[in-house]
């Protein structure tokens, strides 16, 4: 059987985690399998449709590094692949339904439908099931929509792949509307023509689509048609296990937020193979080919998969560090000139300033919060750097590494290095007490970036100013 998965997405907005989730699932699915990987764009819901939508998407898409096999203006061997392109398809298919009398006109209007609804509710039932007092009328000369006539005591089931045997009573669920009014057809019923058509042989979705299967398998099953395998990937959830809500701002929830941030596609990518999925591999960092090749469906966690921004934090900065001084320049430098940083300095400078923070980064635009926090917070020494900063020797130390400075000709990174020896050599210092109160005295911490090209960064004014200010720190904290 030739394997072919789509990515069904619709264009009303942008690309949301979870979608980015069916996307890169189906993706290694096909790609594992040898199979074909499919785009195809439902945009019947007109009312919401956003003009750049499928472009949108596409352009993600392809930064994530998930390129579709088939898709708009590409090996359009099953097109066209946008639904409102497809509705002669769709009519063909309801009029064929019609003809077999397993679907009808229903001519009511809205009205007449919620207040058959509201009759329903008043007299206690619990199933608000359209009525069928259209079903068997001659045609009329007024506006109707199309709905599929749903066979009484039948059982919808199915194997899933997550969560495996599936059941639907057909009593549970009304005579549905396959096409409306204006002629557009509703999800379920195009879904399922379209699956047919291009030949989809598995279908891997979010959990919230699993209520939409059984009217899907009554389109196969009236038609005759042999149903995709269905497998229906569990919710993603925050750290306190509720389901993501795009109304949640505590989390960034959409790829383009991520990509003006500056993670990495390739680490994005990871991250979100991780979200229900678990290799068979005690680590987390894969690259795309790895994933690929360790994708098994029969992986699918059966339990909702946590969005951890930490985590994700975490794998873009071990991608960070792969890059190149020169790559991770390239990364930085857009969000360090929009913020004003490095104005008139050379390249050296900004690659200086890049390689000091370069292993602390977790995404490119905090580059701009380190920079702020080290350079432009007000000095001040941690509590826990106190204790090595008031001990015996330590101003005297101070001192000589701050005339050290002051009669330098020339001042760069290997020159500090080489001060620091010297101040130890007039002073006795060595080891940690040579080292350590230097860095509290140039940053206020004990812990940071690389110590000499830090001073180098700060400048001579700016560092003599902070060796000033930590003698008067300690002068202040033996009184």
Known sequence: MDIRVRYA????????????????????????KDGTFIVRIEDTDTERNVETGIESQLDHLAWLGITPDETIGQNETHGPYRQLER???????????MEKGLAYKCYCTKAELEAERE?????????????????????QDKPYAIRFKVPNESTYPFEDIVKGDVRFSSDDIGDWVIVKQNGIPTYNFACAI??????????????????????????????????PTYGHMTLIVNT???????????????????????????????????????????????????????FDERRLSTSPATFDAGKLAFINNRYIKTLSLEATVALCRPF?????????????????????FKDRLSYG????????????????IEPDAMEIITQTGVDELIRAFTRLVEQSTTLDADTYKALIKDAGNATGMKGKMLFMPIRIAISGTMHGPDLPKMMHLLGRDVLIERLEQTLTIRETSDK
């Not at 635009?365 to 001040?380: C, E, G, H, M, T």
Request: proline letters at 5%; one cysteine or more; aromatic letters at 10%.
């Open 9 to 32: 997405p619709s264009p009303t907005g942008h690309l949301h985690i979870g979608n980015a989730r069916t996307a890169l699932f189906n993706y290694l699915f096909a790609k594992r």
């Open 87 to 97: 509705l002669d398809i769709y009519r063909q298919h309801a009029e064929a339904l």
């Open 119 to 139: 009759a329903m509710r008043e007299a206690g039932e619990d199933k608000l099931h359209y009525s069928r007092k259209c079903l068997g009328l001659p045609d």
């Open 194 to 227: 379209d699956d047919h058509l291009m030949e989809i042989s598995h279908v891997l979705r979010g959990e919230d689509h699993i209520t939409n299967t059984p009217k899907q398998l009554m389109v196969f099953d009236a038609f005759g048609w042999t149903p």
């Open 240 to 294: 306190h296990g509720k389901k993501l809500s795009k109304r949640d701002e505590s989390i960034l929830q959409f790829i383009e937020q991520y990509r003006a941030l500056g993670y990495l596609p390739e680490a994005m990518f990871n991250f979100i193979a991780l979200l229900g999925f678990s290799p068979d591999a005690e680590r987390e960092i894969f690259t795309p080919e790895e994933l690929v090749e360790r």
């Open 336 to 356: 360090l000139e929009e913020a004003g940083i490095g104005q008139g300095q050379d390249d050296d400078w900004m690659e200086s300033l890049v390689a000091v």
């Open 365 to 380: 635009k905090q580059i701009v919060n380190l920079y702020d926090d080290f350079f432009n917070r007000p000095f001040a």
